[in-house]
């Protein structure tokens, strides 16, 4: 799902918002998350999981296609850590699909 598609959803659920609002209202929630995250925060959503930073120290890769090294800095990845419901939801409710086009 991407985000106009979110929006579309949104606005069938809720036939009394405009979609301009619940646009804004994503755009908004996005940004808040972005910015807690980006200055180090944690964001917990209840049942679905949560948001945190992880550090990741220097070390020294390999291109795959040269095998030549290439140093990699210090940085920080985001990390989602899903929370109890989804992780039952998607354990016991999700048939498996095969993604392979063949």
């Known amino acids: 799902m991407v985000r106009s598609q979110l929006i579309e959803l949104l606005a069938q ?15 908004l929630l996005q940004g808040q998350m972005i910015d807690t995250l980006g200055h180090g925060g944690r964001i917990e959503i209840r049942g ?8 990741r120290r220097p070390k020294l890769a390999r291109n795959p296609k040269t095998g030549e090294s290439v140093p990699l800095g210090e940085r920080h990845v985001v990390h989602f850590k899903p929370g109890k419901d989804l992780r039952q939801l998607v354990d016991n409710g999700m048939p498996l ?4 086009p063949d």
């Open 48 to 55: 679905f999981g949560s948001f945190s930073l992880h550090y």
């Open 97 to 100: 699909v095969d993604n392979d």
């Open 13 to 27: 659920e809720f036939e009394g918002l405009s979609t301009k609002d619940l646009e804004l209202a994503v755009k």
